[in-house]
């Protein structure tokens, strides 16, 4: 009865997702639903204020750093015209020949530089609308276009992407968000690689039919129409480009120096005194993504001097970002916690655990099905590890393999099964974008579903032959 009342939620918890109803409501009910099914009515509000609250605090706890920080980079990025800057000139070396590459790679140089997703598609749909419309191919490629550059091998497998989703394994498994590089290029090549030949060939398909840009109602400003955005537009176009590009270099450039200069050096035994339970080599690779996202927002805000339209409203309006998505994913994980307490639990795990005597196949299967069904990365992520992490990687030691494969292998298997159609990230995409599932989500699935998959597999069968690097 208790795995049936699960399998009930989370089923209720995907569907009312899709249907638009906030997970910072929903996941404390259909954790509270589980437990009523479950029959433990008598410890159900012990079960929400310490088990719920207490691994939403605790996630809220180790991860809100790189949230506040990586939204407020993102807003910076965005206001100062870096983020535009950068774009344009991409735009300009490639031309409307190649809008589909153009797009793609701006968005990839933007999210694997700190930028958050959703401020890249904010920033790149405009400049993406005009390029199609030159080149005339199909509006309804232009969202599986970002979704490539933005949702999948930058957020993924890239090593070193300050994106939250490689940040989550380091307290899990005492990694950095360099882990297995040498594997996650190979699966970025894959993934980069294979989209492209399938939007080329979407895009021949569509001239072979004599299907163009389309009609639609893009809802242009009215000419003559003056206000802040528009000042703000302005000011974008004066950032220089090496300028532009500085703030992402440095967010790369300096967390690789302290992960793999400065912090292996140093001895932490005087830390001992004061932070008796803390073991600090589990925490050098979020500090150093931490310094890493602080002195490019510090840098981005002295490069901004006397272009600011409003530095006070962009900092704020990049701090509030992070709020929302923090504490939705903090809420999934909260949920996972009431999952995991109960007795029907052990089940599901139980069976997870022995999908494969391959650690990397079981964990591979775990986040994809736990992303999926919470529609989201980090979300689905964070469950897995916080309920099967230390399983995995007791697995792991045993059969002889490198902590670093288990950290890209869950990162890259949490970005495959979570764009489903009830995913807000997607939802979100496509109404920038002006477009519906019917029109897109097809090729998007291609995008962040099928390509990813296939890198997935390349980047397991690699690691368990040749181990990680």
């Known amino acids: 009865m208790s795995t049936l009342a ?40 012990p079960i929400y204020t310490d088990t719920f609250m207490r691994a939403l605090g605790n996630y809220v706890l180790a991860f809100f750093p790189v949230f506040l920080l990586g939204a407020l980079f993102g807003q910076l990025m965005a206001d100062s015209g ?6 344009q000139w991409i735009e300009r070396t490639l031309g409307p020949k190649h809008a589909i590459l153009t797009v793609v ?3 990839s140089i933007l999210t694997y530089g700190g930028v958050s997703l959703f401020v890249v598609a904010f920033a790149i749909y405009p400049i993406a609308k005009s390029l199609f419309q030159d080149a005339d191919i199909p509006k309804r490629l232009v969202a599986p276009a970002i979704a490539l550059g933005s949702f999948t091998f930058t957020m993924t497998a890239m090593p070193g992407t300050p994106a939250i989703q490689n940040a989550i394994p380091i307290k899990f498994y005492g990694t950095n968000t360099f882990a297995a590089p040498g594997l996650g290029l190979i699966g970025s090549a894959i993934i980069f690689a294979l989209g492209m030949l399938w939007l080329r060939s979407r895009e021949r398909a569509a001239r072979a039919r004599g299907e163009g840009y389309g009609i639609h109602a893009d809802n242009l400003k009215a000419k003559g ?69 602080v002195v490019s927002c510090i840098t981005l805000v002295l490069l901004g001097l006397g272009r600011w339209v409003n530095l006070q409203q962009t900092i704020n309006k990049g701090v509030l970002g992070s709020m929302l998505p923090i504490f939705n994913t903090a809420s999934e994980v909260g949920y996972g916690a009431v999952i995991a ?16 005597s391959n650690p990397l196949i079981s964990e591979a299967v775990a986040m994809n099905v736990l992303a999926g069904i919470t529609g ?25 393999i490198s902590p670093d494969l288990l950290h890209r292998v869950a990162v890259m298997s949490a970005g495959v099964f979570d764009t489903l159609p009830h995913c807000g990230a997607i939802i979100t995409l496509l109404s920038i974008c002006g477009l519906t599932h019917r029109q897109s989500y097809l090729n998007i699935a291609m995008m962040t579903i099928v390509m990813p998959l296939i890198a997935l597999t390349a980047v397991i069968a690699l690691g368990t032959v040749f181990g990680s690097f």
């Open 6 to 45: 699960i399998v009930v939620s989370l089923l209720l918890l995907m569907f009312l997702a899709y249907r638009g109803y906030t997970v910072l409501l929903l996941a404390p009910l259909m954790a509270a639903l589980a437990v009523l099914l479950s029959g433990d009515v008598a410890v159900l509000l």
């Open 376 to 400: 989201s990365s980090s979300g689905g992520l964070s469950i897995a590890l916080q309920t099967l992490g230390a399983d995995y990687l007791k697995m792991a030691v045993e059969a002889g």
């Open 341 to 356: 307490s109960l007795a029907g639990f052990a089940i599901i795990r139980d069976a997870v655990l022995n999908v494969s």
């Open 105 to 107: 790679l701006a968005c």
């Open 225 to 293: 129409q003056v206000g802040e955005a528009d000042m703000a537009g302005d000011a974008r176009r004066t950032m220089p480009l090496l300028l532009a590009l500085l703030p992402l270099v440095l967010v790369i450039g300096v967390n690789a120096l302290f992960t793999y200069g400065i912090f292996p050096g140093m001895h932490w035994d005087f830390l001992a005194e004061r932070f008796a339970s803390m073991d600090a080599s589990k925490q050098t690779g979020m500090w150093a993504l931490i310094i890493a996202l």
């Open 82 to 87: 870096a983020a535009t800057a950068i774009a």
